[in-house]
């Protein structure tokens, strides 16, 4: 589903850095893969150059035989076909939680009012937040809140989920309700890739992880190998220091 080849992300400004470095991966239908790393080490970075919110720098990227990289392949498919969620939620502040899950499905989806609207029920319902639709974001939790932002991506069907630390800005009370609507993603069969220092989903949901350093996959492996076996010393001392 997901296959990225030799993938260098450079940023020139403020100075040069080698945000990644030789990136490889390649991520099978419905397989879970939990991206795990100090901060800096790129991991937000690679799952931006997946959706090209971030253009690599070079290398290959497909989504589903999709070629993100070339430049003449349409922006808006790809983003249709790859969900992503925000530490931030990043839900339009503006707009009421059914608006929010509505609105991309009729601008790039082109479904009638009334059939995206059908589909947001279902899926706020799914994530447990129908009683809350005609509220504003400012109103909801944080949990809540990215609970609607997992809905809102979800509506449009995409093919990957990408998560980017989905429940670092959360009280600790809301962890677990965000986890939860990520665990039944996973067990239904969604592809996805999930950075998080949650080490408890990771164990529990992950088929991989993925151990990031310096821009580079420094290790990988099932959660099992991970957290009973890793064979770098980078991944020890970065498991040591957060378990
Ligand atoms: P992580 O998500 O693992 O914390 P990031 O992917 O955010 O790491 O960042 C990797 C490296 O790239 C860091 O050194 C970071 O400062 C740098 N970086 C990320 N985004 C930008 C940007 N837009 N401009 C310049 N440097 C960036
Ligand atoms: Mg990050």
């Known amino acids: 589903m997901i296959q990225a080849k030799n993938v260098f992300k450079t940023f020139y400004a403020p100075h040069a850095i080698n945000a990644l470095v ?10 879970v893969v939990v991206v795990i790393g ?3 080490s790129g991991k937000s970075t690679f799952l931006r150059c997946l959706n090209r919110l971030e253009h690599a720098t070079s ?4 989504i589903d035989g999709l070629d993100v990289l070339d430049r003449r392949t349409d922006i808006n498919k790809v983003r249709a076909e790859v969900g992503m969620v925000f530490q931030s939620f990043n839900l339009f502040p503006h707009k009421t ?19 995206a609207r059908q589909k947001a029920m279902t899926l706020l319902e799914k994530v ?3 009683d809350k639709i005609n509220v504003f974001p400012d109103q909801l939790s944080g949990g809540q809140q990215q609970r ?16 980017d630390e989905p429940t670092s800005a959360l009280d600790p009370e809301m962890i677990g309700e965000v986890l939860d609507v990520m665990k039944t993603l996973a067990r239904e069969g969604m592809t996805m890739v999930v950075v998080t220092h949650e080490m408890g989903f990771a164990r529990e949901v992950a088929d991989r992880v993925i151990f990031m350093d310096a821009g580079a996959i420094v290790e990988e492996g099932t959660p099992e190998h991970f957290f009973t076996n890793p064979t770098h010393d980078r991944t020890k001392l970065f498991l040591s220091q957060i378990l």
């Open 97 to 115: 939680v059914l608006e929010n899950v509505t609105l991309a499905q009729k601008v790039v989806r082109k479904r009638s009012g009334n059939a």
């Open 128 to 130: 447990g937040i129908s």
């Open 148 to 163: 609607v932002a997992i809905a809102r991506a979800l509506a449009m069907e995409p093919k990957v989920m990408l998560f």
């Open 22 to 31: 030789d990136v490889s991966a390649n991520i099978a239908a419905g397989e």
């Open 38 to 40: 100090p901060s800096g």
């Open 59 to 62: 290398g290959h990227i497909y």
